[in-house]
């Protein structure tokens, strides 16, 4: 894989479980891919394009797992920080429904909500948008040396430079090889999106290898991420966090 977008190849959809999100709820890689096919027509529908940052709110879910792969898809690199977004003027800030009302966009940014429906009638409504998306997967030239993740104001393991696309996918190979991941394994992160070091862990590494990237829950401004992978007794295996270098 050259980029995140490869993740979601059409020959990747099949019945396998592909996501459980911190509600219990499953996806398959049908599911997931196909979702994401849609999230990346509603971005562009608001106008992300290559280049143009997506800021997208990093606690683990469904939709926030489905902005980042559909953004990744459409050379959109991702902040996993909408207060940065909304500063630094990003295309499109993507927060819970909750957060709507102390959110104020910049000119020339689209806000949208997931959760529920949006109080303002300028905002968008994220699922409603989805689900009426077409399910295709727009056209793209981004290349791995173009960023996947924008930075944040963490520090400097965590989020303190863009990241590319190939640096993202080499530290998710890493873990992959260490530990020998394989279809049907579980990969468990407990945490946000907004260290990469959690992403390619936690969600790019299972995805990649065809495994199930288990989301367990965790806020920004939580602790230290962690990841690890369920044991056939039940016990976690913990991996150590990979290098993400630019």
């Keep these: ?34 979702n994401a096919y849609k ?20 606690a683990p879910g469904f939709h926030t797992t489905l902005a980042f792969l559909g953004a990744a898809g459409l050379g959109a690199p991702v ?20 957060d709507e009302p102390a959110t104020e966009p910049a000119p020339g940014t689209s ?8 109080e303002r ?12 998306e077409n399910p295709g997967m727009p056209p793209s030239s981004v290349g791995p040396d ?4 924008r930075a944040t104001d963490g520090g400097d393991s965590d989020g303190s430079a863009d990241v590319s696309h190939g640096a993202l996918l080499g530290a998710a190979a890493s873990v992959v090889d260490e530990r020998s991941l394989e279809p049907g394994e579980r990969v468990v992160l407990r945490g946000d999106f907004a260290d990469p070091r959690a992403l390619a862990a936690g ?38 966090l990979p290098a993400v270098d630019g």
């Design 1 to 34: 894989m050259d980029v995140v977008g490869d993740l979601l190849a059409r020959d990747r959809r099949n019945r396998d479980l592909a996501l459980v999100t911190p509600d219990g709820r499953e996806r398959t890689y049908r599911d997931l891919i196909t």
């Design 39 to 58: 999230a990346a027509n509603v971005l562009r529908y608001l106008g992300a394009r290559e280049g143009s940052t997506v800021a997208v709110e990093p």
């Design 79 to 98: 902040r996993f920080d909408p207060a940065a977004g909304i500063e630094r003027g990003d295309r499109v800030v993507l927060v819970d429904v909750a």
């Design 111 to 118: 806000l949208v909500v997931f959760g529920g429906a949006p």
């Design 121 to 132: 009638p300028e905002t968008t409504h994220w699922e409603q948008e989805l689900w009426s």
């Design 146 to 149: 173009d960023p996947v993740v």
């Design 203 to 240: 969600v790019v590494a299972p995805l990649a290898a065809g495994a199930t990237a288990v989301l367990a829950g965790g806020e920004a401004g939580d602790d230290e991420p962690t990841v690890a992978v369920e044991g056939d007794d039940g016990d976690p295996r913990p991996i150590a």
